[in-house]
């Protein structure tokens, strides 16, 4: 008997998700024609801040253990904040590479490079996710995911000059 | 029961039908060149649906003729639906072309585990099915429906990872086929389970299913592309020169 619940149960859950993602789609066909109201504003420095081993070390030297545990998962909680939306840009700018990339040679390179930066900043993002809730739970282990602010940098560069070929309504002034 | 009779024919009768419009909207709109195996499935799921239909309302065909028929068909277009499932794999992988080294790896994977869960499953399941036939038939339609579901079910979750785009048409083939697939997988594991191969209420629910996808391709066929892709994106104004170059200055000054 248990087969068939299994089998049942889960091809209700396909059908759930499969209408979730209809509609996902649906809300978000919206997002090329204006991208830079999708996109979450990040502030790079004060992440930078956030995931500084240096200021970690600082912090664990001068606080009691349970206090640094309490101040280390907020601060860990907020640097997740920030990676999810890291990863949300990315995935809207993979797009915008996309709708760019046969127009121009020019713009055709620069778009190129922003698709390639952008899914590679996606992955990273998403795996420094894993990482920063692992050190939410632990908060005593030592998280390393301060490239995450090289490569954002990185994907804005490559924004710029693709904004610069083609007009991107103000998309790089809300990364 | 006679009205829920009338209702399956009508059903069935309907799968043609809409498979037909579907085909020709596909011919008008030149779709079929870049989605062959689909069209050729649909083409066949329209000639077969209907072949059978006609043949379950002659008197003169019997029973094991109508089955001599059905197997070797549902084979044919089992087939095909795999097919067209390596054709919308092929496609996003060809769209997204910095994704190009992940696709084979990701079918293959997904093929070979998706196939020993079917497997696993079909070793599990204890069939009260009064007909050994049918009890094979249905334990092979679990299996297929649980490779397809699993099949496009991974590139869904691979895409939404990635927050990847898709065209229209081709989403709307992933989610009519994944939709169906699901409904069949739920069927046919309680008709295995429960001996329930002439069973009206899930006949109806199967043929509604496929009625159902085909009305999905309509709608994705005719439904504008929102994709973008060619360059030339809605609503974007003309470049601001200066303040582009502002910005890359305290980019670079970062």
């Excluded at chain 2, 099915?129 to 094979?136: D, F, H, W």
């Excluded at chain 2, 066929?221 to 030339?232: A, H, I, S």
């Amino acid at each position: 008997m248990i087969t068939p619940i299994i089998l049942v149960l889960a091809s209700a859950l396909v059908l759930i998700f499969l209408f979730r993602l209809a509609m996902g789609r649906a809300l978000t066909a919206g997002q090329l024609d204006h991208p830079s109201e999708h996109l979450r504003k990040v502030d790079v420095e004060a992440f930078r801040n956030l995931t500084d081993p240096a200021e970690e070390e600082f912090l664990r030297n001068q606080l009691a253990p349970a206090e640094f545990r309490r101040i280390q998962r907020e601060r860990l909680r907020a640097a997740a904040e920030y990676v999810s939306a890291v990863a949300s840009n990315a995935a809207i700018l993979l797009r915008v590479g996309e709708a760019c990339r046969n127009s121009t040679p020019a713009t055709s390179s620069s778009a190129q490079q922003l698709i390639e930066t952008a899914f590679r900043l996606r992955l990273y993002a998403m795996q420094a996710l894993i990482v920063l809730y692992l050190g939410i739970l632990w908060p005593g282990h030592r998280v390393s995911v301060a490239r995450i602010a090289e490569r954002y940098e990185q994907m804005t560069r490559h924004v710029i000059m693709l904004g610069l070929q083609n007009p991107l309504q103000g998309v790089s002034a809300a990364l | 029961m006679h009205w829920l009779r009338l209702m399956l024919d009508g059903l069935w009768v309907l799968t043609p039908m809409l498979e037909s419009v579907l085909v020709v909207a596909m011919v008008r709109r030149r779709v079929f060149v870049r989605f062959p195996v689909f069209f050729a499935y649909v083409v066949a799921d329209a000639c077969f649906t209907a072949v059978m239909f006609v043949m379950d309302k002659l008197p003169s065909v019997s029973g094991p003729a109508w089955t001599r028929v059905y197997f070797p068909g549902l084979v044919i277009l089992s087939a095909l639906q795999f097919t067209v499932v390596w054709e919308v794999f092929d496609h996003i992988f060809r769209v997204h072309s910095f994704l190009n080294r992940f696709g084979k790896p990701l079918f293959r994977t997904a093929l070979v585990a998706f196939f020993l869960a079917g497997i696993t499953a079909a070793a599990f399941t204890r069939t009260h099915e009064a007909y050994p036939t049918m009890a094979i038939l249905h334990l092979l339609q679990q299996t297929a429906s649980i490779l397809l579901v699993g099949l496009l079910g991974s590139l869904f979750i691979f895409s939404a990872f990635f927050g990847l785009s898709w065209r229209s048409f081709v989403f709307g083939i992933a989610l009519g086929m994944g939709s169906d697939a699901a409904v069949n997988l739920a069927a046919a594991a309680i008709k295995e389970y429960f001996g329930l191969s002439g069973s009206i209420y899930l006949n109806l629910l199967t043929q509604g299913s496929s009625n159902l996808s085909v009305l999905i391709w309509v709608f994705y066929l005719f439904m504008p592309d929102t994709t973008g892709g060619n360059g030339n994106m809605k609503n974007l104004s003309q470049p601001d020169l200066e303040d582009w170059n502002q910005e890359l200055r305290e980019i670079s000054r970062r």
